[in-house]
């Protein structure tokens, strides 16, 4: 391989083969090195089991005297001669650590962790370090880098990938992609995840960053996505209970999904279809306007916490989502706005107006603030909306239908 940077190649080479020999001591030692039960699905034939070396918890119990040695101080004022280098680590490990904790713990270990990985353990094999080091300095020298976010989804199937917006896709899971990079992902995701038609699908978040770019704000942008996908299907569905990162094919990060994300509500799975998985498109690019409309805000608020509430807080909190929407005339209008034929409207507004007078809400009228909160939100302006509601309630003209979701 030609190396851009021989003397960087030549510290870390040698950084990583003395770290090799100082863990290998440590297990010679009495060190255990922790394993992971890897389990493969395939389709039409047996599982296939695997035990994976844990070798980043092994590494990282020791990482306090791996970066004391000496070989790791060489390698660190090697590091600091490349101004990349200062870019890859502060993107890698945020600002809120010295230059020297960031470099070795990006570079250095990072280093030291997929070379061992490719090795299976400790045992020296100079390719594998090659190709880990051509791709750390692929990374390194890069002028762009590459950022992805994948969290497990329960409670919904997808036949097909399904894009809901730049960068954002929801798709079945890949065998052993999560624990290629973290053998422990089977203690992490949900139980039976991969194996049940509900629990094989992941959501995911692709992003470009320039060189010095901060990463997205994954848990957020998680969570509007399972918002409007529980809007357009009324699936119980949850993201999580963590999600998974990487940043030039590297493991990043692990972090928690926001709960109001987590948290799987009751109800029967179902599937995301390519008319359903259009209609979140739309919402989730309509969802930001929340932000600017505190009364929007609210009734999204109030309608996702009533998923996961029993009876009579359920139905308190579709009220005021209902209520926040449309005013103090909120059964009517959801009514007419809900409902085409005469007898199902008077039907509607019937179970509607028996909530408002305090009765726990039947399941259509429970439901009622999904369907109305999607059709605010294809309305785009809400106000104009309610002023079309009251035309047709006095006869004045008819409003356009939009799509329901159902």
Same mark, same amino acid.
């Given at each position: 391989?030609?190396?851009?940077?021989?003397?960087?190649?030549?510290?870390?080479?040698?950084?990583?083969?003395? @770290?090799?020999?100082?863990?290998?001591?440590?297990?010679?030692?009495?060190?255990?090195?922790?394993?992971?039960?890897?389990?493969?699905?395939?389709?039409?034939?047996?599982?296939?089991?695997?035990?994976?070396?844990?070798?980043?918890?092994?590494?990282?119990?020791?990482?306090?005297?791996? +970066?004391?040695?000496?070989?790791?101080?060489?390698?660190?004022?090697?590091?600091?001669?490349?101004?990349? @280098?200062?870019?890859?680590? +502060?993107?890698?490990?945020?600002?809120?650590?010295?230059?020297? &904790?960031?470099?070795?713990? $990006?570079?250095?270990?990072?280093?030291? =962790?997929?070379?061992?990985?490719?090795?299976?353990?400790?045992?020296?094999?100079?390719?594998?370090?090659?190709?880990?080091?051509?791709? %750390?300095?692929?990374?390194?020298?890069?002028?762009?880098?590459?950022?992805?976010?994948?969290?497990?989804?329960?409670?919904?199937?997808?036949?097909?990938?399904?894009?809901?917006?730049?960068?954002?896709?929801?798709?079945?899971?890949?065998?052993?992609?999560?624990?290629?990079?973290?053998? &422990?992902?089977?203690?992490?995701?949900?139980?039976?995840?991969?194996? &049940?038609?509900?629990?094989?699908?992941?959501?995911?978040?692709?992003?470009?960053?320039?060189?010095?770019?901060?990463?997205?704000?994954?848990?957020?942008?998680?969570?509007?996505?399972?918002?409007?996908?529980?809007?357009?299907?009324?699936?119980?569905?949850?993201?999580?209970?963590?999600?998974?990162? $990487?940043?030039?094919?590297?493991?990043?990060?692990?972090?928690?999904?926001?709960?109001?994300?987590?948290?799987?509500?009751?109800?029967?799975?179902?599937? %995301?279809?390519?008319?359903?998985?259009? %209609?979140?498109? #739309?919402?989730?690019?309509?969802?930001?306007?929340?932000?600017?409309?505190?009364?929007?805000? &609210?009734?999204?608020?109030?309608?996702? *916490?009533?998923?996961?509430?029993?009876?009579?807080?359920?139905?308190?909190?579709?009220?005021?989502?209902?209520?926040?929407?449309? /005013?103090? $005339?909120?059964?009517?209008?959801?009514?007419?706005?809900?409902?085409?034929?005469?007898?199902? +409207?008077? @039907? !509607?507004?019937?179970? !509607?107006?028996?909530?408002?007078? /305090?009765?726990?809400?039947?399941?259509?009228? =429970?439901?009622?603030?999904?369907?109305? !909160?999607?059709?605010?939100?294809?309305?785009?302006?809400?106000?104009? *909306? *309610?002023?079309?509601?009251?035309?047709?309630?006095?006869?004045?003209? #008819?409003?356009?239908?939009?799509?329901?979701?159902?």
């Amino acid at each position: 391989m030609a190396v851009r940077s021989p003397q960087l190649h030549h510290a870390l080479h040698a950084f990583t083969l003395g @770290a090799f020999a100082f863990l290998l001591r440590e297990l010679d030692e009495g060190g255990e090195l922790p394993v992971a039960f890897v389990e493969h699905e395939h389709a039409g034939g047996p599982a296939l089991y695997e035990y994976r070396p844990l070798v980043h918890a092994f590494a990282e119990g020791h990482a306090a005297r791996l +970066r004391g040695r000496e070989d790791a101080t060489i390698a660190l004022e090697e590091l600091r001669r490349e101004p990349a @280098a200062a870019i890859f680590a +502060r993107a890698h490990a945020g600002r809120r650590v010295s230059e020297d &904790e960031a470099l070795f713990k $990006t570079v250095l270990f990072g280093l030291l =962790v997929s070379t061992a990985e490719a090795c299976g353990g400790f045992d020296w094999d100079d390719a594998a370090f090659e190709r880990a080091y051509a791709e %750390l300095e692929h990374s390194l020298f890069g002028e762009h880098r590459t950022y992805t976010a994948v969290a497990p989804l329960v409670g919904i199937s997808v036949a097909t990938q399904l894009e809901l917006a730049a960068g954002v896709r929801v798709r079945a899971v890949a065998d052993g992609e999560l624990a290629r990079h973290w053998p &422990e992902a089977s203690s992490l995701v949900p139980a039976g995840f991969g194996r &049940e038609p509900d629990r094989f699908a992941v959501l995911e978040l692709r992003a470009a960053l320039t060189a010095g770019e901060d990463p997205p704000d994954a848990p957020a942008e998680f969570a509007d996505a399972v918002s409007a996908i529980r809007l357009a299907t009324a699936a119980p569905l949850a993201a999580g209970p963590v999600l998974f990162e $990487t940043l030039d094919g590297r493991p990043f990060g692990i972090r928690p999904v926001l709960p109001i994300a987590a948290t799987q509500p009751p109800g029967e799975a179902t599937r %995301l279809d390519a008319f359903r998985g259009e %209609l979140a498109r #739309e919402l989730l690019a309509q969802l930001g306007r929340a932000d600017a409309d505190t009364v929007l805000a &609210e009734a999204l608020d109030r309608w996702e *916490l009533s998923l996961f509430q029993h009876e009579p807080f359920r139905s308190e909190q579709v009220r005021a989502s209902l209520a926040a929407l449309f /005013g103090e $005339t909120w059964p009517l209008r959801a009514a007419v706005l809900l409902e085409e034929n005469a007898a199902e +409207r008077g @039907a !509607l507004h019937a179970a !509607l107006t028996a909530m408002a007078d /305090g009765d726990s809400g039947e399941a259509t009228a =429970v439901d009622a603030a999904r369907r109305a !909160l999607v059709e605010v939100l294809q309305h785009v302006d809400r106000m104009s *909306l *309610l002023r079309e509601l009251d035309d047709e309630l006095l006869g004045v003209r #008819e409003r356009r239908g939009l799509r329901l979701a159902v």
